[in-house]
Every structure is written in structure tokens, then in C-alpha cells.
T-cell receptor, first 114, second 111 residues
Framework: DGGITQSPKYLFRKEGQNVTLSCEQN?????MYWYRQDPGQGLRLIYY???????QKGDIAEGYSVSREKKESFPLTVTSAQKNPTAFYLC?????????????FGNGTRLTVT | GQQLNQSPQSMFIQEGEDVSMNCTSS?????WLWYKQDPGEGPVLLIA?????ELTSNGRLTAQFGITRKDSFLNISASIPSDVGIYFC???????????FGTGTRLKVLA
């Protein structure tokens, strides 16, 4: 079955450490996205990528970095510069050739930084 | 920035009751989406709306794209315990590949 796989499901890190969240999709979607979700808030866009080797900052990109070396993969690094990194992180994808094509989400990674 | 106002924030209902929630914006959008998120999981697309005035059903779910293109509502008929979760509306920003999400309606169903 096609889908989006995020790993790990739960991640614990000490403050000051960088951490990378994995996102892989086999839907043959061109566009991929990273969202952050905090309790009581909607989803906020961190980064998105329309094609390989290209990506754009979303609304809250500070303290995060991404890469898009393969169409299927869009890893997110949470750096030590992110002041409040504990959150639920969601990866999504959509078809590029249909600009208003709905987003399909993975099952998320819950990051806890202490 | 652009915002979606989703209401109610949360609701408790009895099993079997109908549920209604809505999403409004001060801006016009050409695509409205409704998602459901179960605890600890990613959101799942319920209904996509692409045309003003469009009324679309998916089982017990019905959603409408407001005629002004500034709002949408989602109805759930005869609620069941598995309807528990957070329901998000989302809109597509024309000319981009970006989406904006509402803050969600948390639904709890009492058996």
C-alpha cells in the first residue's frame, strides 16, 4: 500500500542536541511538507519542497533545516537553535501537477526535548 | 497573516446525535478541505471541496463550501464513539502549494 512513513514514532533528546526526523513516501508525490503541531493549535508549516534539491521556508522555519536529495525522502533536522522543539511533527505530501491536490499525512513523530 | 476561525473549539455529544462545526475566514479561498485526526496519529482527509456552493457527502459526513467562498461547514449525522477526534478545516492558497489549517474542533462522544 502506498503511504507516508515517519520514524521514529517517539523521540527523546537532550537540550542542545540536533535531531533528525525521517519521512519517506511511496505515493510518487512531487511535493512534501513538514508541519508542527502544538496542543490547542492548528498545524503550522515549517518547510516544503516541490521538487528534488529545492525547498522553501514555511511560516516557522527558524531552528529547522531540511534536505530533498530524493523524491521519496524529506528529512527534517531540529537544531539546537530551535527554542521550543518539543512538539508533534507531521510530514505530508501532495501531487505537484494538481496545485490544490489535498495533503496526505504520515502518522507523526512526537519529539520531547528535556 | 491569513487565519481560519474554527468553531466550536470542543464539544461533548451523546452517541446518536448529529454534530455541526464550521470554519470561517476573512479571505476568499477556492479549495476547502476537512480532515480528522485521531489521538497520536496524522490527519486523514475526509472531504475535499472545490466549488462554491458545493455540498459533498462521505457516509455520515456532509460538508459544504460556502457560497461566499469564505466559509465551510461539516456535519456528522448519528455520531458513534469512533467519531472522537480532532476535526480540522484547511484551505489552499491559490498560486502556491501551501495550505492553512484551522485550530481544530475536538469532538468527544459519550456512549
Amino acid at each position: 500500500d502506498g503511504g507516508i512513513t515517519q520514524s521514529p514514532k517517539y523521540l527523546f533528546r537532550k537540550e542542545g542536541q540536533n535531531v533528525t526526523l525521517s519521512c519517506e513516501q511511496n505515493l510518487n508525490h512531487d511535493a512534501m511538507y513538514w508541519y508542527r503541531q502544538d496542543p490547542g493549535q492548528g498545524l503550522r508549516l515549517i518547510y516544503y519542497s516541490q521538487i528534488v534539491n529545492d525547498f522553501q521556508k514555511g511560516d516557522i522555519a527558524e531552528g529547522y533545516s531540511v534536505s530533498r536529495e530524493k523524491k521519496e525522502s524529506f528529512p527534517l533536522t531540529v537544531t539546537s537553535a530551535q527554542k521550543n522543539p518539543t512538539a508533534f511533527y507531521l510530514c505530508a505530501s501532495s501531487l505537484l501537477r494538481q496545485p490544490n491536490s489535498p495533503l496526505h499525512f504520515g502518522n507523526g513523530t512526537r519529539l520531547t526535548v528535556t | 497573516g491569513q487565519q481560519l476561525n474554527q468553531s466550536p473549539q470542543s464539544m461533548f455529544i451523546q452517541e446518536g446525535e448529529d454534530v455541526s462545526m464550521n470554519c470561517t475566514s476573512s479571505s476568499i479561498f477556492n479549495t476547502w478541505l476537512w480532515y480528522k485526526q485521531d489521538p497520536g496519529e496524522g490527519p486523514v482527509l475526509l472531504i475535499a471541496l472545490y466549488k462554491a456552493g458545493e455540498l459533498t457527502s462521505n457516509g455520515r459526513l456532509t460538508a459544504q463550501f460556502g457560497i461566499t467562498r469564505k466559509d465551510s461547514f461539516l456535519n456528522i449525522s448519528a455520531s458513534i464513539p469512533s467519531d472522537v477526534g480532532i476535526y480540522f478545516c484547511a484551505v489552499h492558497l491559490s498560486g502556491t502549494y501551501k495550505y492553512i489549517f484551522g485550530t481544530g474542533t475536538r469532538l468527544k462522544v459519550l456512549a
